[in-house]
């Protein structure tokens, strides 16, 4: 059994190697950013916003067919934005169970954890403990 | 005239800004926030606390009587620098915040009530907002407000109409931290008493840039925080008149303000100013923030302003550039801070990334939300400068955002 | 069995202990006025003012990531400290004075009305009394007090007669600055408790002294100084239950305390802590309390007290032979405190001759001046002690205070 | 003309000259303070009354036939009374005029200066300052 989630980590960690300074590395994440798809409009509902001191975060998720969770995600700030793709990208289609319990290892690999205090402007802990409710409600509900 | 800043031979002077940050040399351009300490100020602190702290006040021994003389001597020195009349008319506080609602929970709660305006202008910091809200509820008061201009000025217009309405006080910032306006205070203070009504103005933001004569101004309270004028956390100074200081009913209530504590008989206040100084207070801080302004004056008010407008005007010819800025806030006679917005880019977005070059601006609304509103804004990347900072210093801040939205943009 | 203190060892941290007054070696007897720092907590102070002060919150650049992380930090060591269940039932505030004035007038304004008493004890500090009669004087409650009885500790037949009369809140004190006692606050909260009053606990003289473990004593609010245990000047801490925090309205209004601010749709409020903490904070403050509460931690609480009670013990046996002498409390229980007066001296005189001979002693009313009146004298010399003081130390104090009575009566 | 007021300074200057430490200095403030004649209870009112913080301070003055001030002290604190006593002996007699205008620089030649900060408990500022409102009081009188 390959398991996703650590191939997918190892696969960002790998990624983000060879940068040299942060320039480089937001450089990245704001390409990310980029590339994941908006969400709708419609969607932008307080009840899915994730609140950090500045800059906004969406966060949807829905069960697909096969039980897996799947994860949509916008911000207002790109850079959060390319946060919130990294988290999708390594979460996306994992089974709550899976979800509920990941040990996020790459955010720390990768240098993201300031990132994660408690006291961070951009709302990238929140967003993470929101996805992991999502995989512990989720499973509930089986 | 005053005599031109050295900013290099005073950076000496902060140890702070010697490090890196992000693998890059720190640039600070956040002095509206808190500013650095000159180490005059740091040193002076750690010496009290090494050699001759004790509680003040009453004690016999001569440690108390040291630390008491240094921690009144203190607030003499506040006394000249804001040019009072007299010592007693510098109360200390925890900060500006806590000095605002000394004023709201004793003198607002005493005269403000139903039906009575309180005027404010869609400038104000929270801290110069929200307390009088908080009144106004309770009381069933009104908070109205004079309106910005799109320059970032007060309507002057508007505020004459507003005066006219008989407010019972006007609260309003000396210099705005958002947009570095420099309201005419003295101008502003004068229409309001000659209509009767009392005023308070917030000299966050002046304290550290010019200078300040409360007798000349003629408002009837001036409050300030240390940490904001080179000085130490923790620790602010509302002034006021003293027959209005005496007027007032204490708020905080504990040790040091009272004359006599009875059970039975009821308990009577001290005079002034320990009357609204209850409890052991921030007798460091005092301390520092005596050095600190005594470390101001030494390089001139005049001087500071004079450096930080010629910076912030390098920094506006640097940015506009950029296609797609916007300046919030351009008022002529605009004090060190430089607020705009970019078109398509986020603040925290170019904040985050001036950060990760070294560069610590602020972002957000600066506590200005109303303000924000009325520009139809959420926030803006906001650099404001020190006495300490260099045109060099302005040159890495415009690179590094012409950089910034470049990558936000492709 | 906690490992016995060596204080020459720790002497060695204490800058101030080295000085000399009046041409004779400090010996600093004044720990209940307030404490001296160790070195550790003077230098967090500065290195955080030298290398990484920042304004805390919302800022995105690294300084106020690291400021804010480091102030978030030390309310997780007050948290762990006092036991407390959550980091955000611990609230900053400017001292232990500030932290009840805040109770007063939120919860208290909420809760206490016409007709309610609130009852405290004969021995309460100024800081736990005029709060409250401020209080009752607004809304027509009325202060009620348990009595001292002759040895200073509380008549426990009266705590129960006037518990049952039903007031609204009980405040105390853990340890009596003036007398020492040590009161059995998890008693006295069980009882209140039982029959459905609130309970806050002046914890000041306590948690320099012992553990201290809100959750066991079950009160609803734990209020105390940094100041007087081991920290810096201008921080204090108020701990309160979540729901009752939670249920309290705001007091202080201004930044951080927020959440949205609209001059049109009224303002709304952050969640704890920061609810209660408007403005910029005494950051480097708190910072260095958290700092002063580990270094206590590393020598241990039952350490602390064991030492100074050895330390008080000696000094009554000395001084006990001045004839006329009256020791004011002798409890049982009593913290490192002694207080006395001396038939046909006046404490200022004792206190004086003191300080000449080096020996810092506070004489007065202490901020008691309920409990004089009950002893029917205006004032005591005190001598109060810390983890620093020396056996070699008291014999000075007791030899010196005997030449001083002495001199006094010749 | 005898400089009163300059012979009883440099009296007392000398007086003190030869004390080691201030335990010396006080024994003899002591001793002034005992030989210093004790007002009369109904004297102790409240508009006779200096506040120090911590020790209460009893000042009386009249003129005499002379038109000179007589003064008369007491204090609870026996180190207090033993400063008042010093003031007296410096002041007592004098014209209104020289209490007023009196530049009383024996107070720091001895080393009180410390006792006049505005912050000691001990009120002998206020007592200084008392004194010379008499002066100014009775010369207006005149
Ligand atoms: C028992 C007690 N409560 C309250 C206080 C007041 O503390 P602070 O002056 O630091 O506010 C003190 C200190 O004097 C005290 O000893
Ligand atoms: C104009 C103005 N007023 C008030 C404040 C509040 O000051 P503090 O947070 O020090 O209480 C600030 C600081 O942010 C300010 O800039």
């Not at chain 1, 995600?73 to 996306?92: E, H, P, Q, Y």
């Not at chain 2, 309106?147 to 000025?153: A, H, I, L, P, T």
């Not at chain 2, 059970?263 to 009357?275: N, Q």
């Amino acid at each position: 059994m390959i398991d996703l989630l650590q191939q997918r980590q190892l696969e960002v960690a790998k990624e983000f190697e060879f940068f040299e300074d942060w320039m480089e590395r937001y450089e990245h994440i704001i390409e990310l950013g980029k590339e994941l798809a908006p969400i709708f409009e419609a969607d932008k509902l307080d009840e899915n916003l994730i609140r950090g001191c500045q800059s906004r975060v969406w966060l949807l998720a829905v069960k697909d067919d096969e039980g897996n969770v799947q994860f949509r995600a916008d911000s207002d700030a790109i850079i959060t934005k390319g946060l919130a793709a990294l988290m999708v990208r390594v979460l996306n289609g994992l089974t709550p169970k899976e979800i509920a319990q990941a040990n996020l290892w790459f955010i720390e690999k990768i240098g993201l954890d300031a990132h994660l205090s408690p006291t961070r402007a951009n709302g990238l802990r929140s967003m993470v403990q929101q996805m992991k409710h999502y995989g512990i409600a989720f499973q509930a509900k089986v | 005239m005053s005599k031109a800043i050295d900013p290099a031979a005073l950076r000496a002077q902060f140890p702070i800004l010697n490090r890196e940050v992000n693998g890059k040399p720190l640039v600070y351009l956040d002095h509206a926030a808190s500013s650095q300490k000159p180490i005059a100020v740091i040193e002076a602190q750690r010496e009290y606390l090494m050699h001759y702290h004790a509680n003040v006040h009453r004690g016999v021994h001569a440690l108390s009587q040291q630390a008491t003389d240094a921690f009144e001597n203190a607030r003499t020195i506040v006394q000249r620098h804001i040019h009072a009349a007299e010592s007693c008319e510098v109360i200390w506080t925890a900060g500006a915040t806590d000095a605002i609602n000394l004023v709201m929970q004793t003198w607002g709660r005493d005269q403000i009530s139903r039906g009575d305006t309180i005027l404010l202008t869609r400038m104000e910091h929270h801290a110069n907002i929200v307390p009088w809200q908080m009144l106004a509820d309770e009381v069933g008061a009104s908070v109205d407000v004079v309106e910005v201009k799109d320059d970032g000025n007060l309507d002057d217009e508007q505020l004459r109409q507003k005066l006219a309405l008989g407010p019972k006080l006007f609260a309003f910032t000396h210099v705005s931290n958002t947009l570095g306006t420099v309201n005419d205070a003295k101008e502003l203070t004068r229409q309001a008493k000659a209509a009767g009504i009392a005023v308070l103005i917030d000299g966050c933001q002046a304290v550290p840039h010019m200078e300040v004569d409360v007798q000349d101004l003629d408002c009837d309270f001036y409050i300030f925080s240390g940490h904001k004028a080179y000085g130490p956390t923790g620790i602010g100074v509302l002034y006021g008149k003293r027959e209005l200081l005496e007027s007032m009913r204490p708020w905080r209530g504990g040790g040091e303000m009272i004359d006599v504590v009875s059970l039975e008989d009821g308990t009577t206040y001290a005079g002034l100013p320990h009357k609204f100084e209850a409890g052991t207070p921030h007798i460091s801080g005092a301390i520092a923030l005596g050095v600190a302004l005594n470390w101001l004056n030494g390089i001139g008010a005049e001087a500071i302003m004079d450096h930080e407008t010629t910076l912030a005007a390098h920094a506006r010819n640097g940015l506009r550039s950029i296609e797609g800025i916007r300046f919030i806030g351009s008022s002529a006679s605009a004090a060190g801070v430089v607020s705009f917005v970019v078109d398509g880019t986020h603040p925290y977005d170019i904040g985050t990334l001036l950060d990760s070059q070294g560069v610590a601006v602020r972002t957000g609304h600066h506590c200005t939300q109303p303000l924000m509103e009325r520009y139809g804004i959420s926030g803006t990347v906001r650099a404001s400068f020190g006495a300490y900072n260099t045109l060099h210093e302005v040159d890495t801040f415009v690179a590094g955002t012409i950089r910034a939205v470049r990558m936000l943009r492709d």
